[in-house]
């Protein structure tokens, strides 16, 4: 059960009461634990019919868009924390999105796949790229289309102007702290903007 | 699905002079309407339906005798249908000014005693929302659990939020915009000259001359349907489509199936509708404009209705009113912080599509009623 582990993980990363914004929040099962557990409000945003229908019947408020299309929806520091978690990869332009995240939420939380757990670079010297439990599908059917590192991300939050508060990998749902991008499939970060 | 089965459309008579935006009032009125399901003790399980354009109090179910009287939000409306009157008390009314029931351009005005035609006030949509509001109050309502509509019936029910803000807890709104754009006011100029400048209208008195201008209607309806379709559904359904294997080679003649089946639907219209009722609720239509009294700001208009929760959906191919349209009322309650869930719904239909039974559509309204008891 490391995805239940992970999602606590995240939860702890978000202050009792934020009003939060999540951006690519699936069937809103992040949004409903954190309206029950710390009293957060907010909305989700999600592009899937199925996904959209599940948030309604869980009762998490849910605005069906397309992220691509950037969040014009939403005013500037209107939300205590914009949620982006794995999503990220799946952008054609990610850091717009990244952009666009730390101009909307005072805190801005991602999770992505670090392609520079050591699983990877040991398929990666095979020859062969990686099919793992965070990345699990084949090169060319990968909804993937941005693979990053734990180390990429820091450069991305630097040259964007972001100042990460906190972060850390994730292996299994546990919270890597010790050189994560080599030993953590999938990486988080906790940032505002400077 | 099983439907509500029969029903019959009761009407309430208000003695009480309505007062409209316009500054006159509708004076001795009644009102038509029909329910579906059981109001619950605490009466807090009612749910307002708003009828669009052509429409009417029959929502749901059949009326005796009359073969193909489904009421027209019948897929949605019944008992284990998603908005499901086994748990909910559904009030469908006929607003005035319409041609259905209640209080008309077609009954007598009591200050002349011939029938209002021209004469009939211009009522808004907030004067039937108005209108609506003594209507639930008599039946012993205080507050409805939701009130629900689609085009200009999401526009009613958006103004309950805004005018009965303490009477109202959730809102529906479906394939509706915050205004009418220029160009939609412009397609329903075109129809409203097509009446007026028929020969049969008589300046909107045709009751006394015994005639009724169908020729506008037809028109009027023609480029209304239009604009309810889409491109795509359209050209799925009619194509470049001949009657005849070749081309007639007239001007006048049907030769486009598409052409056929405009006419067939114009015909039909101007067979039950009235014009008078047409120019109102076209008029109703350009004049709603919530944001307009705060400066065009529509986060401002909004600012009352804060803690309601609502549900907006859109279909991508309504071009009549657009998922952008939708997305500037959502728009404006995230910027209020209200509870907002937003669908857009992938459906080729256009407009129509919020009459249709679309999995998707269906299952998030679903969804949302479900929760709202």
New interface residues.
Partial sequence: MSERKDLEVIAQLVPQGSRVLDLGCGTGELLAYLQNTRGCTGYGVELADENVLACAQRGVNVIQLNLEEGLQLFEDRSFDVVLQLETLQHLRNTENMLRETARVGRIGIVSFPNFAHWVNRMAILRGRMPVTRALPYEWYDTPNIRVGTYKDFEVLARKNGLEVIDSFGLQSGEVIRRWPNLRASVAVFKFERT | MRSVGLVAPQSMHFAEPLPLRSGASLADYTLVYETYGTLNADASNAVLVCHALNASHHVAGEHADQPNSTGWWDNLVGPGKPLDTERFFVIGVNNPGSCFGSTGPMHLNPATGQPYGADFPVVTVEDWVDAQARLISRLGIQQLAAVVGGSLGGMQALAWTLRHTDRVRHCVAVATAPNLSAQNIAFNEVARRAIVTDPDFHGGHFYAHGVIPKRGLRVARMIGHITYLSDDSMEAKFGRELREAELGYSTQDIEFQIESYLRYQGDKFSEYFDANTYLLITRALDYFDPARAHGDDLTAAFKVARDKKF?VVSFTTDWRFSPARS?EI??AL??N?V????????APHGHDAFLLEDP?YH??MR??F??IL
């Fill in positions: 549900l997305r959502v728009k995230v910027d912080k509870e907002v869930s937003y669908a857009e719904i992938d998707r299952g998030v969804a949302y479900d929760r």
